[in-house]
Structure formats: C-alpha cells, structure tokens
C-alpha cells in the first residue's frame, strides 16, 4: 500500500459542537496503523465516502494534538447544501467504519522541548480546528515558548471548541491568551469577547501590541476563509514581518483559480505505486482528470487546490496550476504540481505520484 491509501477506521465516539451545528468525530486507531497515523499538529485527513449510491471525498483539519493524549479527531461544521458536512453531522456516530487516507499536509507546527519562541494565530469559524491543534502542541511540548490566539466568529454561538480553549487557557495561564473577535454580537450578549468587527490590520496590530514577542523567533499562523488569509498576510508583512514566518491554509474547499492558461493536448509518462504508464491529456483536461480516465487510481480528495492529497512531483514538461494553495513556493522550486489543477504547456510530461 502507498502512504496515500485509504484505510478503515472505527468511529470511537462523536461529540456535537455548537448547538448541533457540528460534531468532532473521534478515530480508533489500530496499534498495527499506529506509525501510518501519526500526525503532526495542523494536518489533515481526507475521508472516502458513498452517499446515494456515489463516491465523495473531502478533506478535515484534525482538531486534535498527537502531544495531549487526545484521539485522533476532526471538527465538522455543517455548511448549507454541503454534502458530506451535513451527511457526517446528520449520521456518523460510534462504531461506525470509515474509509480514511493517512494523515498530510504542509500547515505544521512541530513543537521543540528547547525552543524559546511566540507562536501568534489568527483564525476564523472552522479554522479553529488546526490552530488548536498547534497551540496545544505549543501547551503540552514547548514550556519555554508562548502563544496567541485571535480567533473570530459571528458571535459566542458560533464559537467551536470553546470549552476546551477555555480549559487550556486556564491551565496555561501565564503563556496562552485568546482573544475572540465577533462581527455580530448579541444585543443582550454577556460573552466577553476583545473586539467587534474581523481580523483586519488595526486587530492585529493591537494584538502585537499587547502581546509582544517573548523571542527574536516569532511564528505567525493562519487559518481562515481565503480572503482573510490574504488580508491577514498583507498586514503581516505591512508591519515588517518576514514571509517565511508566515504559514497558512485556506479551509472551505476553494481556492481562487487562475484560469488564464486553457493548456493543451500532451502525453503525460505517470509513475503510481511503482508502474509506469503512459497516457493522454486532452486540451483543456487536468492532469488528475485524464490518469482516472485512464482507468488508473491515483490519491485525490478535493479536487480543488486546497488539501493536497493529489500532489505528483513533476520530472519533465510544463504545466499551468489553475490553483496552488496547498502548496509553499518551495514545493514548487522542488516540482511538486497539484494534479488536479495541472493543465499541460508542453508536449510531453513525466511526473510521479510516488
């Protein structure tokens, strides 16, 4: 099997969040794929179901830290007319066996016993789920490092995981702060919430400001809808930030395509679980698109730039990525493509899922 296989996992337990607008979803994973689930704090899963008789695929955050004794787990908001969000809301629950490929991702935050560091992190809605992994990585295996938390939602209702952020707050005290921000909250509300409005430049000016860094290694993480990503990107940089400090990931399932380049007719040489193939790419097909109809069974999940899971190192030839967001510009310098934003712009390709 290939690290990007799916496998079957037992559902340990379900939890709903917020009302039942939610649900974290808890794995039992087998001592024998113990090693092939281990994870790093801001990755993800991609998850195989069949619902009406079709297959889908989607990718979650895990919204737990492999360093709190947690079990492997994701936070699941429902999204209006989202198929899976609401199939897993609607009916998953204890026992239940689901097909899951291994934990990946680039959005990492790998905590050091050593490290003396200020993690800040900026999130929104259900970009909560890997941030809290990391800032509880930061909690449980870096003591000498401390960590930030802007985190905004409509308002207290739509909070997710606030009870454990307010238990991991309360047991860190003096190296945890967060700081819920509401674009509309309640008339009558009693929350206590640090500002109104979103995640803009002057919120996180403030929130530098009154959080300064404790080291000279300052690392800024963010998670959220794309527009924000950039907005909080931009402003980071405005104040002198390095954009090598700055990681993010986009949740929601879309990235915003370039779609400039239609590509062209190519014979694409593919290398998958260790067989070569050669197949055709028709004009204006991706790259992942003509290996499924070449009857081949390559890794996917989203199909839309953003989880990575189909992710090929590109060997020889040129191709257009309609989206990239899964990917840092040195994946790319190193020839990683997205297989199924990739259109080709050359003749020939040679690339390898392996």
Not at 264 to 284: P, R, Y
Not at 306 to 313: E, I, M, S, T
Request: charge should be neutral.
């Amino acid at each position: 099997m290939t690290p990007r296989d799916f496998h079957p996992l037992t559902v340990l337990d379900t939890r709903n969040e917020i009302g039942g607008m939610a649900k974290t979803v808890m794995f039992d994973v087998p001592d024998a794929l113990r090693n092939t689930f281990a994870w790093r704090a801001g990755q993800h899963l991609s998850f195989r179901f069949s619902v009406n008789g079709e297959e889908q695929r989607r990718s979650y955050s895990i919204s737990s830290s492999p360093f709190s004794g947690d079990p492997l787990r994701i936070t699941v908001k429902r999204v209006g007319g989202g198929v899976i969000s609401n199939h897993i809301n609607d009916n998953v629950q204890k026992g239940d066996v689901i097909d899951v490929m291994p934990p990946f991702g680039g959005f990492c935050l790998d905590p050091g016993a050593t490290a003396r560091r200020t993690h800040y992190f900026f999130g929104a809605g259900s970009g909560i789920t890997p941030l809290f992994a990391m800032l509880s990585s930061v909690m449980a295996a870096e003591p000498n490092s401390f960590a930030h938390l802007a985190y905004g939602n409509t308002n207290e209702k739509s909070i997710l995981l606030q009870d454990e952020l307010s238990a991991i707050r309360g047991m860190n005290p003096d190296r945890l702060t967060i700081h819920h921000i509401f674009s509309k909250p309640g008339f009558w509300s009693s929350a206590d919430y640090w500002r109104k409005g979103i995640i803009d430049k002057p919120a996180i000016e403030a929130l530098i400001a009154e959080n300064p860094p404790y080291a000279q290694d300052a690392q800024y993480y963010i998670c959220g809808p794309g527009g924000m990503n950039l907005a909080v990107k931009t402003a980071l940089i405005s104040l002198d930030v390095p954009a090598t400090r700055i990681h993010m990931e986009s949740y929601g399932g879309v990235a915003e395509l370039d779609s400039s380049v239609e590509g062209m007719a190519a014979t694409a040489e593919i290398t998958l679980g260790g067989s070569q193939h050669s197949i055709n790419v028709a004009k204006g097909k991706t790259v992942l698109e003509a290996v499924k109809s070449a009857g081949l069974k390559p890794p996917f999940s989203c199909q839309s730039g953003v989880c990575g899971a189909c992710r090929a190192k590109l060997t020889k030839g040129e191709i257009h990525m309609r989206a990239r967001m899964a990917l840092e510009d040195a994946d790319i310098e190193n020839g990683a493509i997205l297989t199924c934003q990739s259109l080709p712009i050359s003749r020939t390709l040679s690339l390898s899922y392996d």
